[in-house]
């Protein structure tokens, strides 16, 4: 086994999931810049979850995903004007008459 390959620097680390609010202290070498006081009263370093085991469906037994960051309106936004586009090509293709083979 090789030595000196793991950080030595651990502390405790409050990790909060951003989709529901739920949060756990733990133990963890991650750098943060935020911090948070805890119940105990004292401040630790805060890292921000997308999904924990609180959260995710495998978990849960919930199907449906929660999209904490509006995944899924940034993108309509982000190609709204494309969809638009693809939307009236296809339009004008359905109101097209179709083309015989004239290879017969």
């Known amino acids: 086994m090789q030595k000196d390959i793991h950080p030595k620097d651990y502390r405790l680390v409050v990790f909060k999931d951003m989709s529901n609010g739920e949060a756990f202290l733990s133990k963890s070498s991650?750098?943060?810049?935020?911090t948070?006081?805890?119940?105990?009263?004292?401040?630790y370093p805060l890292i921000k979850l997308e999904i924990?085991?609180?959260?995710?469906?495998?978990y849960t037994g919930k199907?449906?995903?929660?999209?904490?960051?509006?995944?899924?309106?940034?993108?309509?936004?982000k190609y709204k004007k494309h969809l638009s586009t693809k939307e009236t090509v296809e339009s004008v293709e359905e109101s097209a008459e179709p083309?015989?083979?004239s290879a017969e």
């Open 63 to 77: 199907m449906k995903l929660n999209d904490s960051a509006g995944r899924v309106d940034k993108f309509r936004n």
């Open 30 to 34: 991650t750098k943060t810049k935020d």
């Open 52 to 58: 924990s085991n609180t959260s995710h469906p495998f």
């Open 99 to 101: 083309v015989a083979d």
């Open 36 to 43: 948070v006081e805890w119940t105990d009263g004292k401040e």
